[in-house]
């Protein structure tokens, strides 16, 4: 049943607990949102932003979404495939990051998705595992269990798992290789359909701080002196948010230029710039970037 509450203000759920809620409560912070949640507190307010949290488990974040209970929430992408309710992706909030994959023992062979036919997989995500198997034209068995999918095939209980991974260490741990990454998925923001036109305007306010904080993390800012006859070539390697700034030095013959760099090109584009005759290369990190 949808909640029908005319408010002027979000309410957010976010993770209770754990990876996701350290980085969500720390996005909060990054975007100029102060949120005091004491010990064990399932809600709290922020001091500066008409925004109320919510702290619960990940699995029921986008329930309580579609429901109208919470406007927003900060959930993986690999939550609400599972899931499968009737919510929007807003924005993608870039942590998080992780794969959903499908492991099996070391010593076997894989060659392709068809090692899986007839098999028995253990799985928390049997929804994003059985639509795999049918977009692959493969019949398996799936085992819904939850938590140490890892040890299912030691036991045998399973002859493969699909489990979210990270590094790949828990795996390497119980005897299993990653042969097969089936989904990528990240933290985004969520959103429910009935939001009434405040809420909008405070969701785009919301957004509008989380991406200016995600493009000041992907960019640097630089400084560095160039001498005035290489200063033609070393501006053509700098794209910056629209152009360089140039500005004179002291000592004649030579200018600061000053520029943002993309976090990807940052390396490759230093070392043209010093072989096209810069020199004191300042790399400063950006808090901020507003377009």
């Known amino acids: 049943m949808k909640a029908n509450i005319e408010c002027n203000k979000l309410r957010l759920a976010i993770q209770k607990s754990g990876r996701l809620h350290d980085d969500s409560m720390k996005l909060l912070k990054e975007c100029g949102i102060d949120i005091s949640n004491g010990v064990n507190k399932l809600k709290a307010e922020a001091t500066n932003f008409p925004l109320e949290v919510f702290f619960l488990r990940d699995d029921d974040i986008p329930q309580y979404v579609e429901d109208g209970v919470a406007d927003i929430g900060f959930v993986g992408e690999n939550v609400i495939f599972e899931k499968n309710k009737q919510v929007a992706i807003a924005e993608k909030l870039g942590f998080g990051k992780c794969r959903l994959s499908i492991a ?59 489990d979210l991974v990270s590094s790949g260490s828990t795996l390497f741990m119980n005897g299993l290789k990653e042969v097969e990454v089936i989904f990528e998925s990240q933290a985004v923001l969520i959103k429910q359909a009935a939001l009434n036109p405040t809420q909008v305007q405070l969701l785009e306010r919301l957004i509008f701080r989380i991406q200016a904080v995600k493009k000041a993390k992907n960019n640097k800012y630089i400084l560095l002196n160039a001498p005035n006859d290489r200063l033609k070539d070393i501006i053509s390697l700098l794209p910056g948010m629209k152009s360089p700034t140039v500005l004179p030095l002291a000592t004649e013959g030579w200018s600061s230029v000053h520029s943002v760099l993309n976090e990807n090109d940052f390396w490759n584009i230093i070392e043209q710039l010093k072989e096209a005759g810069a020199e004191g290369i300042l790399v400063v990190p950006i808090e901020k970037m507003i377009m």
């Open 104 to 162: 099996i023992p070391k010593g076997q062979d894989y060659s392709s998705s068809q090692f899986l036919q007839g098999k028995k997989i253990a799985t928390s995500y049997p929804v994003i595992v059985n639509n795999y198997l049918q977009r692959q034209g493969v019949t398996a068995e799936i085992h819904e269990i939850s938590g140490s999918v890892e040890i299912a095939p030691g036991i045998g209980l399973a002859d493969a798992i699909c």
